[in-house]
């Protein structure tokens, strides 16, 4: 079972850029990595996915390691409005969906 | 947003009683998931369904039974509410892509229902 570990929470300030690495050591060959933003009263929002090396999207990046390990989702440049909680999560089908405790993002003025 | 809706949004009830909350779609996607979230744990999977009368359990599914007659709609059902269920339940579908397992496609996840048992 591929469950993952994460941060509870981290803070940054406005314009920087966030990375927030998922650890998943059990991770099997045919998982993908699918991160997931949630605002408070809200259910979780899709950000990005990826299998291996780095995948880009118009909000973020997502690097993983050849091993497949762990993986880190990069925030270029956040704003107030990134703040969020962000979950990692890798499957090993439909009824082995591991969301995880997330990371609570707070992003500073 | 994926057309979503969960009823009711929500609920106080009192421990023994049953409860079914119901989610909603309108995209006609045939993956169809209900997680609880609770403090400390995130979100966890309690049954999904994979077509109509086609269900499965996931990670917390004690005490929880689900139906789904048609397409658009999942039902959440808890026979006998416990004080260990309340909770937020939000509900998800995923569309069903040819070659792809369904856990690898985006979910788009309803508003959310919050249950309090007393």
């Known amino acids: 079972l591929a469950k993952t570990t994460q941060p509870i929470s981290m803070d940054s300030y406005e314009g920087q850029e966030v990375n927030i690495t998922c650890s998943h050591n059990?991770?099997?060959?045919?998982?993908?990595i699918t991160w997931y933003q949630q605002f408070p009263s809200q259910g979780p929002r899709f950000i990005i996915q990826?299998?291996?090396t780095k995948v880009t999207n118009e909000v973020a990046s997502l690097f993983i390691p050849a091993d497949r390990k762990s993986s880190t989702l990069s925030l270029p440049r956040v704003s107030l409005s990134d703040t969020a909680v962000y979950y990692c999560?890798?499957?090993?089908?439909?009824?082995?969906?591991?969301f995880g405790t997330g990371t609570r993002l707070t992003v500073i003025p | 947003d994926a057309g979503i809706t969960q009823s009711p949004r929500h609920k106080v009830t009192e421990t023994g009683t049953p409860v079914t909350l119901r989610c909603h779609q309108t995209?006609?996607?045939?993956?169809m998931y209900w997680y609880r979230q609770d403090p400390g744990h995130g979100l966890r999977l309690i049954h999904y369904?994979?077509?109509?009368?086609?269900?499965d359990k996931g990670e917390v599914s004690d005490g929880y039974s689900v139906s789904r007659s048609k397409t658009e709609d999942f039902l959440l059902t808890l026979e006998s509410a416990t004080s260990s269920q309340t909770s937020v339940y939000f509900c998800?579908?995923?569309?069903?892509?040819?070659?792809?397992?369904?856990?690898?496609?985006?979910?788009?996840f309803g508003p959310g229902t919050r249950l309090t048992v007393l």
């Open positions: 999560l890798v499957s090993t089908g439909a009824n082995n969906l591991f």
């Open positions: 995209e006609n996607h045939r993956y």
């Open positions: 059990n991770i099997a060959t045919n998982d993908y």
């Open positions: 369904s994979y077509g109509v009368k086609d269900t």
């Open positions: 998800a579908i995923s569309e069903s892509t040819s070659g792809r397992r369904s856990s690898y496609n985006e979910q788009f």
């Open positions: 990826g299998y291996k």
